[in-house]
């Protein structure tokens, strides 16, 4: 009896440590789902995500360009890019999004629209565009109004630094911008200093004078030529 009574402790005890051993294997399961990293978001699902990146692509088809067709500044300004570039990758871990997905802004048309603005049309429409840019009345120059260009393009960053400025693929060094922001009447007035792979693309400090909190793109703006 004795002998019975034994064996059935045993059993007993290696059923218990079974057991134990099962629960704990479910629950370092659970936890380790629980602990996995979060899917990145795309610039599908978010306007943060698609803002950088835009500004991804804008960038990387600046240092393609300048690949395909350089001049004594190409290096110089591939490498600068390159650090920015950096810059927005950066970012988009910070942000959750996919890191290194990039999306080219929406500028198909765009090497056609100088000759569209040359158009006599174009200055019979002037008189109107003052009152599409007066509700602006934040950031730099915002008194300016000008020529519209840019015909339903987006503005982004570049992720650059320094004073305010703005790069351009239409635009000359020296041209004076006036961005507004439409879903919340801020607009800049900043020159244009360097090439970029879109129409209008502001840098860190201009960004910021027009922007939405949490936002790197303007989907709604209006570009203006005002120098």
Do not use: Y
Request: net charge positive; charged share 15%; aromatic share 2%.
């Amino acid at each position: 009896m004795s002998r019975r009574r034994t064996l059935g402790t045993k059993k007993k005890i290696a059923l218990l440590v079974s057991a134990a051993t099962v629960a704990g294997g479910g629950a370092f399961f659970m936890a380790s789902t629980s602990n996995a990293a979060p899917t990145p978001k795309s610039a599908s699902e978010s306007t943060v995500c698609l803002g950088l990146a835009t500004a991804l692509g804008n960038n990387q088809k600046f240092i393609a360009d300048q690949r395909a067709a350089p001049d004594a500044q190409s290096e110089a300004r591939i490498a600068n890019r390159e650090a920015v570039v950096a810059e927005i990758k950066r970012k988009q871990e910070a942000s959750g999004c996919a890191v290194g997905e990039s999306a080219q802004d929406s500028q198909t048309a765009q090497p056609s629209q100088p000759a569209q603005s040359a158009q006599p049309p174009a200055a019979s429409a002037q008189p109107s565009q003052p009152a599409a840019s007066a509700p602006a009345g934040n950031g730099g120059g915002a008194a300016a109004s000008g020529q519209q260009v840019c015909n339903g393009s987006t503005v982004t960053l570049s992720g650059e630094g320094g004073a305010p400025a703005a790069s351009s693929n239409q635009f000359p060094a020296g041209t004076k911008l006036k961005v507004t922001n439409l879903d919340n009447n801020k607009s800049t007035t900043v020159e244009v200093t360097s090439v970029s792979g879109s129409c209008a693309l502001l840098n860190n400090a201009a960004f910021e004078q027009v922007r939405e909190p949490g936002k790197f793109l303007i989907r709604r703006a209006l570009i203006e030529k005002v120098g």
